[in-house]
């Protein structure tokens, strides 16, 4: 009867676990009040797709449907299903007793290991999902207006299979593609892009088999571009005719189909390495690809932030909505609304009153940070979730080490101090002087925090020390060092880099 996930486990993860068993009905529920009937989820409706866990959220979709009349349409996440062979899973949870128990659906790790064996803990493929959501747009419904999919009107399984080769095309699988576009109501064209791409392995002719294939959280559309041309094809079509027909054509996926980190994602690489967000983030020639459609307009999830992006390739304008999550900093939702001239985008905070039920475990995990559950609100509740974050994967994990023990050790005072240094100083180098004031680690927080948030953010930080912040990136924006690589060039590059989160373009940049 284990239920409820570790502290720790959250405090690692980019989203966080239990919360969500109150803040998804807080969603659906503002919706209802809102009297929207279509909602869309941009995928990861689930954790990591387990049996038990997509019952249930099918479940409260179908409480949903049949007792408000709302219609949910869904596209697949990378942590809703897994290729055609599914996988096996292992997630930590509390006993009734204050223990920890490894629950697994895998049997050689019960025998190992000593985890417990529950089979409901296995994620689904492709072939066993797709039924399961298949009143969800997946397949045709009675009360659709129009439905079809890259492969036609047809919407039986088995004729939306197609060929995925190797990189080295020694290797063919055949896939389900769950794409499709349906008319839910008149003059509304939605479009759900499956954008997973699972790639085969060299030498795994098996497609049953997990191994066989690469996963598909880091490829998106990068990875459909190459792999999935089709849809290309298929959305140019559908939005030329969504034009003559005059309909409202509201696209979404799971993945990001343009940068959503505001440009910095070059800097990153050069400042941290090949992190995360510049794995997941969408080449220039794919947002370019993606733009030649004329979709126009693209809602995405994924990296759990809240940000809008626009280019323009030849004339034809993209622009992707990043939806928040409501399980991670910032939580919130989009409420789109629109007509065949245009669509629109109203973000929305996530807040409600049991945020903190789960709070009485926490505090018997001896693991626990007392400071992170004393949150007064769930956004605040959140908002610390960050500095999680930062503390456990962060600084860890994607900072390079001689840079993180800097900010690990360092004031601001120490910061300010360090830009009046004319000659480079490396960052082995380093030796805080720090009396006292504000933590470097606070600054860290708050980068990542505007990151993920924008302008969300800003309800959480406090004044004053975003005053510090913006003299601290003044301090650093009048001065040049010869090195690029020495810590006060690498300070000045991050400092920039909250200068774009914060919105302040090129010539403001210049200017400070």
Wanted: proline residues 4%; aromatic residues 12%.
């Amino acid at each position: 009867m284990a239920a409820i996930r570790t502290r720790t486990d959250s405090a690692a993860s980019t989203r966080i676990f239990n919360e969500s068993y109150f803040a998804f009905p807080a969603v659906l529920d503002a919706c209802v009040k809102d009297g929207i009937k279509t909602i869309a989820i941009a995928g990861d409706l689930t954790d990591d797709g387990q049996v038990a866990t997509m019952d249930g959220a099918l479940a409260l979709l179908q409480h949903y449907s049949e007792t408000h009349g709302v219609r949910f349409f869904l596209t697949p996440g990378n942590h809703d299903v897994f290729a055609m062979s599914g996988r096996h899973h292992t997630k930590a949870f509390y006993t009734k007793d204050g223990g920890i128990a490894s629950v697994t659906s895998n049997r050689q790790l019960v025998q190992g290991e000593g985890a417990v064996l529950e089979e409901r803990m296995f994620c689904r493929s492709y072939s066993d999902l797709a039924p399961l959501w298949a009143p969800y747009g997946i397949q045709r419904q009675e009360k659709d207006h129009y439905w079809e999919c890259p492969f036609g009107v047809d919407d039986a399984f088995d004729k939306r299979m197609f060929e995925i080769a190797s990189r080295d095309g020694s290797v063919i699988h055949r896939q389900l593609d769950l794409s499709y576009l349906v008319e839910p109501e008149p003059g509304l064209w939605l479009v759900a892009v499956d954008a997973n791409v699972f790639e085969p392995r060299k030498g795994c002719k098996d497609g049953s088999h997990f191994d066989a294939v690469s996963d598909s959280t880091d490829a998106g559309w990068n990875s459909l571009v190459r792999l999935k041309p089709f849809v290309l094809d298929w959305l140019a079509n559908v939005s030329a005719r969504a034009k003559i027909q005059g309909k409202t054509l509201v696209c979404f996926s799971h993945y990001p189909a343009i940068d959503t980190y505001d440009g910095t994602v070059a800097d990153e690489d050069f400042l941290f390495g090949a992190t995360q967000a510049v794995r997941r983030t969408p080449w220039t020639m794919t947002s370019n690809a993606v733009a030649r459609t004329g979709i126009g307009i693209h809602f995405s999830g994924h990296l759990h932030v809240a940000d809008t992006s626009t280019i323009e390739v030849d004339g034809t304008r993209l622009t992707n909505v990043a939806l928040p999550s409501p399980v991670a900093f910032p939580p919130g939702f989009a409420v789109v609304t629109g007509d065949f001239r245009g669509v629109s985008a109203d973000l929305r905070r996530v807040e409600f009153d049991r945020f903190d039920a789960f709070f009485p475990f926490y505090r018997n995990d001896a693991k626990a940070d007392s400071s992170w559950i004393e949150a007064s609100s769930y956004g605040q509740f959140l908002y610390g979730h960050v500095a999680q974050l930062v503390r456990n994967r962060y600084l860890p994990h994607e900072w390079p080490t001689d840079l993180a023990r800097v900010f690990n050790q360092a004031s601001l005072e120490d910061l300010f101090a360090l830009a009046k240094i004319a000659e480079p100083v490396a960052a082995g180098d380093f030796v805080s002087q720090r009396v006292g004031g504000l933590s470097a680690i606070d600054l860290v927080v708050d980068w990542y925090a505007v990151r993920k948030g924008s302008e969300f953010a800003l309800q959480f930080i406090p004044s004053n020390r975003l005053e510090l912040y913006f003299k601290l990136i003044a301090e650093y924006g009048c001065r040049q060092w010869a090195d690029p690589a020495c810590l006060q060039s690498q300070v000045k590059l991050f400092l920039d880099m909250m200068a774009r989160y914060l919105g302040a373009d090129a010539t403001a940049r210049e200017a400070v």
